[in-house]
């Protein structure tokens, strides 16, 4: 991996085997913390799944038909 400059901020390139196996899409929040001096370590969130899991604690229910984003909503 490289760190390149993009914009006021430094960006890092995941190996196309680490997306492939976390399966990560574009617009997802992967959680990056340093797991050691200079070592770190890569989480996807899942906010979809805690999203639906929050609002069936609550009772609360998505309409028929409804899409949750914007990938889902543009699918063909």
Excluded: H
Excluded at 2 to 18: E, I, T
Excluded at 35 to 64: F, Q, S
């Amino acid at each position: 991996m490289q760190v390149s400059k993009w914009g006021n901020s430094l960006a890092v390139r995941l190996p196309r085997a680490l997306v492939e196996r976390m399966k990560l899409r574009p617009g997802d929040e992967p959680d990056i913390v340093a797991a050691g001096e200079r070592t770190i370590a890569v989480a996807k969130t899942e906010r979809k799944a805690g999203a639906l899991a929050r609002m069936a604690a609550r009772g609360w229910t998505l309409p028929d038909g409804y899409v949750f984003d914007r990938d889902e909503a543009n699918a063909r």
